[in-house]
Structures are given as C-alpha cells and as structure tokens.
C-alpha cells in the first residue's frame, strides 16, 4: 500500500469501525437510526426514536467502543514503545509487571466488596506501585539497563502473581472467587462514561507524551551507548517511556483486566505497514490498535448470546496471528 | 584537543596511566597498541563515553567532562566497532539520527536536517542506498552508513574505534578511502587500530601504546619501524616495501616474519 493511501485508510478506519460498531449487536438498531442519534446530540432533530434505543446506543454502546478504542490504541503504542526502547520486537507492555500488579490491585478491591470506580482506582494504584518497585529494583549507579528492567519486571510480576494467587485461595468461592476470575478474563461489560472520564486522562497523557518523544525512540533504539554518543540522556528518556507506558497499561487494565497480545502484536502489524520508524509506526500504532480491539469486543458481545471474555478472545486471535506474523516477517530479523 | 594526565582504571586494574597526547586540527591520528593496551578505552574516555580517573581532556581549550551529553555530541562523534542492528530502519533514517544533538528532546529532523544527511551520504560515496533498510546492505556499507551518521552529526573530531576490525580485504579498502577523503578534506579524526598497515596509508601522525604503559608519539613513518613494533608487538615485524605492480611507487607493509 502506498504512503498516502495507507495514512488515509489508518485516518478512515477507527472511525468507521465506530459508527459500525454503534449498530452493530444483540439488539439491532438501524444505521439512520444510530446517524440521527449522533446528531441529535448537536443539531436540534425531531426525537422519533424510543428512548430505549437512544439509551442503548448512547448510554452503553458509545462509552464501551470509545474505551475499546482507548485502550486498544494505548496499549499498541505502549507495546511500540516498549519493543522500540528494548530494542526488542518480542515484549509486550508487560515485561515491568504492570499487568500482574493491576491484576492484585484488582483482586484486592473484590475481596473488599469495592464499587466498579473502586476497584479502577486500586488497580490503577497497584500497576504505577508495580512498575515503580520494579524500577528501583533496577537502579544500579544512576543507570537502569535494559537487562536488569527485564530481570526486575519478572521478579516483580512473580511477586505480584503470587499475591494473586493469595487472595484467590482466600475468596470466597461463592462469589468473590468468582468475581475475580470473571475480571481477570477482560472485559469491558462494565463500561460507563464515569469510567471511561477516570481511564481516559492517564491513556491520552501517556499516548500525548509517548507521541512527543517518538523520533527520539528511534535512537535509543539503536543502543544506549551509541544513542549516549548522539547526545540522547538516556536515562531520562526511558524514565519518560517507562512513565507513560505504566500510565497508560494500569489504566487500561484496571478498566478492563488482562487484555494480552494487544501491545505485542499491533506493533508488529504496524511495522508491516509504515516501517520501523518510530515517527510514523507510534501513531499507526493508535489506529490499528484502536480498531483492532474495538472489532474483538464487537465480536466478543455478539458472537455468542453470553458475552466472551475479551482476554481470551485476545489470546486465540492474537496468539495465532503473532504466529503468522513472524512466519512472514522471519527474513527481517537477525 | 589536549589530552593530559589520562589515567583510566577497571576496579582495581590499571588500564593506563599519564598519557598526554596533542591532536591538531584537520589531522588524521592513528592509535595503534597489542588488544588489551587501552586503546578502546582511552577513546571511549576522550569521547566522554567513559570517565578518567585522572587527567584532562580538553578540546578547544573546554574540559569535555563539563559539556553536558548534547553539547558534547555536537563536538564530538564517536564510530563503534561493534553495531547490532535490532529494526530494519532505512539508511536515510539511520544518518538523520546523527542529527539528534542538535535536536531538542521532542524535536523531529527538519527538512535542513534531511539535507545534511544526504550530503553525509553523499560524502562517504553512497547516497544511492538511502532508500534501502540498513539490514540489508552489506557490512561494509552498513560501517559507511554509521560514519556517515557521525559525519551528519557535524562534530568538531571524529573518533574512530577500530574501523575495520569486522570488515574484508574489500570493505576494508572501501573505509579506508572513505576515511582517507575525510581527512584530506581536512575533518579531525582520531582513529584506533589493530593493524598497523591501515595507519601506514596515511600520511599522519600515529600513537603507539606500548606494554608497560609507555607512549611514542610521531610521524606514522617514524613511529612504525621495525624495532617499534617488534618491542610493542613482542613478535618479530618488519616493514618492507614492494614495488607496486602498476609501477607508480612502493607498496609499505608490516608483516611479522
């Protein structure tokens, strides 16, 4: 695909994903229907619709695609981030242990019979304080390399696995028990536009300050030592990543759970489509990853008459897409 | 630049100690010394990569030590020896990011800057690759790709950490002449080697650091001799001309025997 054609298609696509996704369901609303909706809330219409529709549309479908959409462009960029500052296309958003920490932090809210903000606030909490531990456990002489990150990352998510497991052995297997695990799967059932105001900040400041920094990712990419020698502080400019990443990651899961293979694969889909330069590669990231998550949790409210968990659908999409991906791409890599 | 007083320890080892060295502007220096004399080390030091533990460098009369990270990339630019390459990023993208210290921290290569990164290419004699991954050239374009990223930086000297040491016959002779327009350009190069017979095709002045920790500075011409490098090496060298088979000149060449 040719550059302009590809930009223009990855500008139209979240969009249109959006609208389709809007009638698009269980409930079947007509596209005019879900058009004049939209409009409706700008220019005066005449309301001939029921207000169950309106309720459906606006009330539950809106808030839950717009949070797809959030959380499948944050968590594609933080994986581009990632992979670009590790210099290596295999990790995924959470090599710090964010995701296991949030997970806890989760579990922990259940356990305490915490409301649905509740519970968003504690995991958010538990994911920064999951990667901060892991940061300090990798600081030696004012440097963090890359190595001792990733040791320190599987030291702390062990950790924070374990916890989890604590607080699953002590559940009641009634309901706490499986309140947990239902969590744990993913899924943005319980979207709520009080939720989507508490996620959003985080994800569009971390995305904003990811996006700031994008060109100069592309030298670090190149190894501390030689970026060091361009000039670039490298400490200070993986502080910055690691910063908006963790952002970014605890609030996606603290709305949604453990949503995996979102941050590993749509960079390598990006990659295919713009190049490995971090300046055009981070904002495709945002529209692939956008679109991509909001087409699963399509699938994951429709597909069945229950809802499929969006973590599983994730892994038996994603895993065997990865697959495919390096299959094709094997020539690139050293 | 002056270099005074250098001493460099790993832990409790001595690497070197009390090396004093001039470099002029516009020459081109050649550090030759046995692998494990220092002499990576002592220009990852001059570079600022690493920290003396005694002694000075100066260029232009500045103590390196006080320029922060970006105003030291813009006067100094340093080609690894070794480089992994992790994404395949095009050559083009590669030599802009030796625009990077004379960006800020959000800054983006300009169209100025994309300019300057051409004429680097073009300076090392391969603009024609631009557009293709750097992954896919060979090693030998790879190492001018990287020095034409360092040129793109617009440092004031040039530090070169054994150039050639992966290279074969062929893109060994292609870096040297690349190095050799460089210099006679008149860009300040400092450049450590292995091998004595790429200081030889220069015309310039040679360091070799000898065990036990000695110096001789010099002309290449005075400082590569027979006794030099016998002591320095602790093998029996010779430097013996031969005639070149196209009858313009001698050929010089080190050879142990």
């Known amino acids: ?334 | 630049m002056e270099i005074r007083g250098a001493a460099f320890r790993y832990g409790a080892r001595e690497i070197f100690s009390g090396i004093d060295l001039d470099v002029f502007r516009g020459e081109l220096l050649s550090v030759l010394g046995p692998n494990g004399c220092g002499k990576s080390t002592l220009l990852r030091c001059i570079g600022g990569a690493l920290t003396l533990h005694a002694g000075t460098v100066r260029l232009d009369k500045i103590d390196i030590s006080s320029l922060d990270p970006g105003a030291r990339a813009r006067r100094i630019g340093f080609l690894f020896q070794n480089h992994t390459p992790t994404f395949p990023f095009l050559v083009l993208e590669v030599v802009s990011m030796g625009r990077a210290p004379h960006l800020g921290l959000f800054g983006v290569p300009s169209s100025k800057d994309i300019a300057l990164a051409e004429q680097a290419l073009d300076r090392v004699g391969i603009l024609h690759l631009k557009d293709r991954p750097y992954t896919e050239v060979s090693g030998g374009e790879r190492q001018l790709v990287l020095l034409a990223r360092t040129l793109a930086q617009q440092p004031d000297v040039i530090l070169l950490d054994e150039p050639m040491s992966h290279l074969d016959l062929r893109n060994q002779v292609r870096s040297l002449k690349a190095i050799g327009e460089l210099a006679a350009q008149g860009v300040t190069m400092i450049m450590t080697t292995h091998d004595p017979n790429h200081a030889l095709q220069f015309p310039g002045r040679a360091v070799m650091m000898k065990p036990g920790g000695t110096v001789v500075t010099g002309l290449a011409s005075e400082v590569i001799t027979d006794a030099e490098l016998t002591s320095t090496y602790g093998i029996d060298i010779a430097v013996v001309r031969a005639p070149r088979p196209n009858g313009h000149g001698d050929i010089k060449l080190c050879s142990p025997w």
């Not at chain 1, 649905?116 to 300090?136: D, K």
């Not at chain 1, 990811?210 to 670090?220: A, F, G, T």
């Not at chain 1, 971090?278 to 699963?296: D, K, N, V």
């Not at chain 1, 008459?305 to 895993?319: M, N, Q, R, V």
Request: net charge positive.
């Open chain 1, 1 to 334: 695909m040719t550059r302009p054609r590809c930009t223009v298609f990855l500008i139209l696509l979240p969009p249109a994903l959006l609208y389709a996704s809007l009638f698009v369901g269980r409930f079947a609303v007509s596209p005019i229907d879900v058009a004049r909706i939209l409009f409706a809330q700008i220019f005066p219409i005449a309301h001939d619709w029921p207000k169950s529709v309106e309720t459906i549309v606006l009330q539950i479908r809106l808030p839950r695609a717009l949070m797809a959409m959030c959380v499948g462009a944050g968590l594609s960029i933080s994986g581009a981030a990632y992979q670009g500052m590790f210099r290596n296309p295999l990790v995924s958003t959470d090599i710090l242990g964010v995701t296991a920490a949030s997970g806890f932090g989760a579990a922990v809210a259940l356990l305490l019979s915490a409301n649905a903000l509740g519970l968003q606030l504690t995991a958010f909490a538990f994911g920064l304080a999951g990667v901060a531990l892991t940061y300090r456990l990798a600081r030696i002489y004012q440097t963090t390399p890359v190595l001792m990150l990733v040791l320190s990352g599987v030291v702390v998510a062990a950790f924070f696995s374990a916890l989890l497991s604590g607080a699953k052995y002590v559940a009641d297997p009634e309901s706490r028990l499986p309140a947990i695990t239902y969590w744990l799967l993913g899924s943005l059932n319980a979207a709520s536009i009080k939720g989507l105001a508490m996620a959003l900040p985080p994800i569009i400041l971390g995305s904003l300050g990811l996006l700031l920094v994008r060109w100069k990712l592309n030298v670090l990419a190149m190894g501390d030592e030689e970026a060091r020698s361009l000039g670039v502080e490298t400490e200070r400019l993986k502080g910055i990543v690691i910063v908006c990443t963790t952002l970014i990651t605890a609030a996606a899961v603290s709305v949604c759970g453990m949503v995996g293979w979102v941050g590993l694969v749509i960079p390598h889909v990006g990659r295919m489509l713009v190049g490995p330069n971090h300046r055009l590669l981070l904002p495709a990231t945002l529209s692939i990853g956008a679109s991509y998550l909001l087409f699963i949790d399509d699938i994951a409210r429709t597909a069945t008459a229950g809802e499929i968990p969006l973590g599983i659908l994730t892994a038996i999409i994603g895993a065997p897409f990865f697959a495919y991906l390096l299959r094709r791409t094997s020539a690139t890599w050293h």
